[in-house]
């Protein structure tokens, strides 16, 4: 293995198969081929009972892998709410591979545990959060949502005089939860697995963009746990942060604002206003990897009280403090990491205020871009474009919709999903890659003209 490493040309290797591979991203079909799926079978076989050779196994990676992929950094993925990947925070990421640091210390990490403590500085001071706050650097929203429910959980059972990581579930006050009705599943997911129960959900109605309606909250207490969204997964909506919060904030009741790719609205100048109030909330998810545009792996929690956010995830009766720097172990549950936050300290350093702006408005203008042209050319747009995604009803019925949707995506000109808005099938676009530009909205536009087209002529 040794002399693997030493000779370098395993790297070598891998670095030609990614040039390659980045240089046809732009211009291959978004989605693999038919060919390239099958050709995935060349994976199964059993587990070899040698050892074999590391050039080979590069090679049949490249080979059969990077055909098999989406081509996420081309420009034109709009599935789901994907995010591309600067081109900074890659480099930086292959550079901090070689370094293979665990940062569940500072210990084991120095220069980890530093630039976790620069991007919470920086994500603070961008999102305008109160100086008590604190990240968590984690895999993705659905942790970081996991870790803000947890914190709540321990802070207002302590409030009530029970201490949940000695006492549980069992004989404690019941707390409630209340979430708008467009809540994300991840969201649901966290209230599942923490215990709270769907079934005693209290659910909020929302308006026809998913927002949820604040005159339909419930008498809030401090019992309350309130579940806000900021950029609804659909239409991108934004819940009414200020009203809610400040209604929270009166009795104690804990707000969690889920912004997983909506969040960053809140670290631009030009679209603040759709998060007006969020920093009244008391923890916030949010990915690096979606409209940042860092590699994946990278969610963030971001928690305004440190002691609840610690002793919920370290079970501990002790106030932690292993060293005198920053431990990243007691903002997450895990212990082992790898260091993550390398990719989003270079991501903010890069693009600074001014840059996360540009990123951010840009995709947004690309979102209205894309509206504007489907609209032009007789599609229905469902939702009002306030950030990056559009819902595009195509056709007046859902199977003609299914066979424009696949129509579109069998094309390889452009990839976007499917959902259901207001109980229609409808085809959902969402801008989220920094390479996306007005040629690539253009171009897909017309792939979704010639699939109406296609679809009309059978
Ligand atoms: C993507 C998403 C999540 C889940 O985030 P992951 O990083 O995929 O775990 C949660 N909420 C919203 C609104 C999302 O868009």
Known sequence: MHREQQSRALFEQAKGYAYEYADGATERNVFPSIQALADLEQFVEDLPATSGDAAAILQQLHEYGSPATTAQTGGRYFGFVNGGILPVTLATKWLSDFWDQNTALYAMSPVASKLEEICERWLKQLFGLPDSTVAGFVSGTSSAILCGLAAARYRLLQNQGWDFNQQGHNGAPALRIIAGRHIHGAVTKAVALLGFG?????????????????????????????????????????????????????????????????????????LKHLTQGMEKAHSWSVDGHKTLNTPYDSGI?????????????????????????????????????????????????????????????????????????????????????????????????????DKILSAIQDSGECWVGGSVWQGKKVIRVSVCSWVTSAEDVSRSVQAFIDARDAIAEI
């Open 198 to 270: 769907l079934d005693n959900i209290e659910w909020v109605e929302g308006d026809d963009q998913g927002r949820i309606l604040p005159e339909q909250l419930p008498q809030l207490d401090g019992s309350c746990i309130v579940l806000l969204q900021a950029g609804n997964v659909n239409s991108g909506s934004f819940d009414p942060f200020d009203a809610i919060c400040d209604r929270a904030n009166e009795v104690g009741a804990w707000v969690h604002i889920d912004g997983a790719f909506g969040l960053w609205a809140g670290g631009t100048k030009r």
């Open 301 to 401: 929690l971001l928690c305004r009280d440190r002691d609840a956010l610690i002793m919920a995830l370290q079970a501990s009766g002790a106030y932690l403090n292993f060293s005198e720097n920053r431990d990243g172990m007691l903002y997450t549950p895990e212990m082992s990491r790898r260091a993550r936050a390398v990719e989003l300290w270079a991501a903010l350093k890069y693009l600074g205020a001014d840059g996360v702006d540009e990123l951010v408005y840009g995709m947004h203008k690309r979102a209205l871009q894309f509206a504007q042209e489907l609209g032009a050319t007789g599609f229905e747009i469902l939702n009002d474009v306030v950030f990056n995604q559009v819902i595009v009803s195509p056709a007046n019925n859902d199977i003609a919709t």
